[in-house]
Each structure stands twice: as structure tokens, then as C-alpha cells.
Nanobody, 127 residues
């Protein structure tokens, strides 16, 4: 089990940028795959991006080319750089961790694949 705390959410105009951070506790952070999901009221939690223990990156089609996921194992932190933001990006963004080995996009694109979750941070994009 790992504890995750997101930060960096806020209000931004369409076309702007925002960087989310997820700080993790635990000495085995570097062995976890990390993911970002988002959710709006009335909809299921949606996959955004993931990064494996070996730093292979995966993105949802809706954000590819605009968002970048990265990790700094020395700081036990994963980041989501969000550029060219659109109103449809408005959601609560959640950080998640997976502690077992799995290879491929299908290992990371569902919320059921993850073991630990942060509390979420609100991102609101105005038009």
C-alpha cells in the first residue's frame, strides 16, 4: 500500500497549462506503475495517462499530444503536465498506483487495475 496526495489543480483558461503533482509515500515507489484518471459527476472514472516502473508511457487518445506524464523516483513524485487545455478537460483528477508487474496499455487503462488512490484535485478549464 502506498499513500498518494495530489496537488496543482485549479482554474485555468482554455488553451492554458497546468501541472499536477502526486506525492507518494513508501520506499518502493520506483517499483510502482503510476496512473492519472479523471472523473466528472455522473460519469465513470476515465483513464488519462500512465507510466510504468520502466518509464514506458501510455496516454488516452483524448489527451495524447497535449498531456505529458513523468516521474521523479528520487522525489517519490509523478507529474502530469497539461497543455492546450480544453473545457472538456474539466474534472477531478486522481493519481493511482499499481504494484504488480503488467505489460501493455490494457494493464493501465482501467481503474480496477490500481491498488492505491489519491484524494483527487479539481481542474476547471473556462472557455
Amino acid at each position: 500500500q502506498v499513500q498518494l496526495v495530489e496537488s496543482g489543480g485549479g482554474l485555468v483558461q482554455a488553451g492554458g497549462s497546468l501541472r499536477l503533482s502526486c506525492a507518494a509515500s513508501g520506499r518502493t515507489f520506483s517499483r510502482y506503475a503510476m496512473g492519472w484518471f479523471r472523473q466528472v459527476p455522473g460519469k465513470e472514472r476515465e483513464f488519462v495517462a500512465a507510466i510504468s516502473w520502466s518509464s514506458i508511457k501510455y496516454y488516452a487518445d483524448s489527451v495524447k499530444g497535449r498531456f505529458t506524464i513523468s516521474r521523479d523516483n528520487a522525489k517519490n513524485t509523478v507529474y502530469l503536465q497539461m497543455n492546450s487545455l480544453k473545457p472538456e478537460d474539466t474534472a477531478v483528477y486522481y493519481c493511482a498506483a499499481r504494484d504488480d508487474y503488467c505489460s501493455g496499455y490494457g494493464c493501465y487503462d482501467g481503474p480496477y487495475e490500481y491498488d492505491s488512490w489519491g484524494q483527487g484535485t479539481q481542474v476547471t478549464v473556462s472557455s
